[in-house]
Every structure is written in structure tokens, then in C-alpha cells.
């Protein structure tokens, strides 16, 4: 167990809809990191929060929103659905950040499958 | 800016047997990290161990080494004794930064099937 949870774990919803994706980080932990893997385009960065602030935005499209709340859990918002967006959502956190954190894993949650029909 | 290769889409191994996993990065970075993850079937990814780049011994953990071989920029995964369980895909990854990029980067992994 990395301690890093996602709810939910499935999610099957229709095109043009909104989901929110929840994740809490590991105990102490101030990094979230959110990626998005699909079969065509394997481990895509979406977008990474340290203790609050936005500190990087990867391949996220402007559909795609993130915040992380004052308890550091964070939430991924995906409006606009397209079948295109079905993929494994991950969360991970990391204790640091930055230049000086090279050496420490990202910790993965399990995941949420979304399914766009 | 930071890549990681994983030449081999599939491998497969026969339980007891070791196998090594291929990665190489390249980087102008003196200071990082290489880290391997499994992902099974199930779908959540599990760290199974890293090297950091002035680290003077290979990484052990268990039946898992890391064969570091700097100057080839080469980071190949070894699994000792392979179990029907190791069977899933694993993705090598470093993290890189840039001015206002943290984050971890990934190979396109490689297929691990492991036969009776």
C-alpha cells in the first residue's frame, strides 16, 4: 500500500459530461502529482501541486482543471468529455520537490479508470 | 531535456530464472534519480527501487537489482528467481526538472510474462 488513495476507482460516464477525480496524498506529503495513461500514449504529466500552489502543468488540456486544497488532497476535473479522454488517472506524491528531491520516488495511488461512453 | 528508453516491448522468463530489463537515459543532469515500477494487471503502479547517480554501489532490494552502468547511461533491472507474480509491465523513470518542471518521466515499459 503506497498510502496515496484515489476515489473513485471506476468511473463510467457519457460523453459532454464533468467528473471529479479525488486524491489524498501520503501522510506528509506535499507534492501531488496527477498523470493520465493511455494504450496510445503511455505515461502523460498532467499537472503538479506543491502544498497548494500549481507548480507545473504538463500535457493538460484547458478541459482539464486541477486544484490542491488546503489539506492537501487534490482533485482533477475533466469537462467536456470525449471518448478520447477513457484512460487510467493516477495521483502521486512526493514529500519534495524541486532539484533537491532527484532521488525520491513518486508514490503511486491505484488509480481511477475512466470510461467515456 | 531528460529521455528514457525501454527497448524491449515483451520479454519472457521461466519461473526461477532471472531476467534483466533494459533501460537507458540520457541527461546533462550530474545529479538524478532512476527509479523502476511494476505495474500489474490490476493497474496500480508500485515502486520497486531507484539509483541515484552518485550512489557507488548497484541498488538491491530483494529479489530486484539495478545493474547502474554510468558512463553507458544505462540502468537495466534485474529480477533473481522470477516468481508467476512478477509477471506485469515495468517502466523505468528518472525525475526531471527544469526551471519550472518537476516531475517524473517514463519509458514506454517493457511486458513481463513469466511461464510455469
Known amino acids: 500500500d503506497s498510502g496515496v488513495t484515489q476515489t473513485p476507482k471506476h468511473l463510467i460516464t457519457a460523453t459532454g459530461q464533468r467528473v471529479t477525480l479525488r486524491c489524498s496524498p501520503r501522510s506528509g506529503d506535499l507534492s501531488v502529482y496527477w498523470y493520465q495513461q493511455s494504450l496510445d500514449q503511455g505515461l502523460q504529466f498532467l499537472i503538479h501541486?506543491?502544498?497548494?500552489?500549481?507548480?507545473a502543468k504538463g500535457n493538460i488540456l484547458e478541459r482539464f482543471s486541477a486544484q490542491q486544497f488546503p489539506d492537501l488532497h487534490s482533485e482533477l476535473n475533466l469537462s467536456s468529455l470525449e471518448l478520447g479522454d477513457s484512460a487510467l488517472y493516477f495521483c502521486a506524491s512526493s514529500v519534495e520537490e524541486g532539484k533537491s528531491s532527484y532521488n525520491s520516488p513518486l508514490h503511486f495511488g491505484n488509480g481511477t479508470r475512466l470510461t467515456v461512453t | 531535456a531528460q529521455k528514457i528508453t525501454q527497448t524491449q516491448p515483451g520479454m519472457f522468463v521461466q519461473e526461477k530464472e532471472a531476467v534483466t530489463l533494459d533501460c537507458t537515459y540520457d541527461?546533462?543532469?550530474?545529479?538524478?534519480?532512476l527509479f523502476w515500477y511494476k505495474q500489474p494487471s490490476s493497474g496500480e503502479m508500485i515502486f520497486l527501487i531507484y539509483q541515484g547517480s552518485y550512489d557507488q554501489q548497484n541498488a538491491t532490494e530483494g529479489r530486484y537489482s539495478l545493474n547502474f552502468q554510468k558512463a553507458r547511461k544505462s540502468a537495466n533491472l534485474v529480477i533473481s528467481a522470477s516468481q508467476l507474480g512478477d509477471s506485469a509491465m515495468y517502466f523505468c523513470a528518472m525525475r526531471e526538472y527544469d526551471y519550472n518542471t518537476d516531475k517524473l518521466i517514463f519509458g514506454t515499459g517493457t511486458r513481463l510474462q513469466v511461464f510455469p
Open positions: 541527461t546533462s543532469d550530474p545529479s538524478y534519480g
Open positions: 501541486y506543491y502544498n497548494g500552489e500549481e507548480r
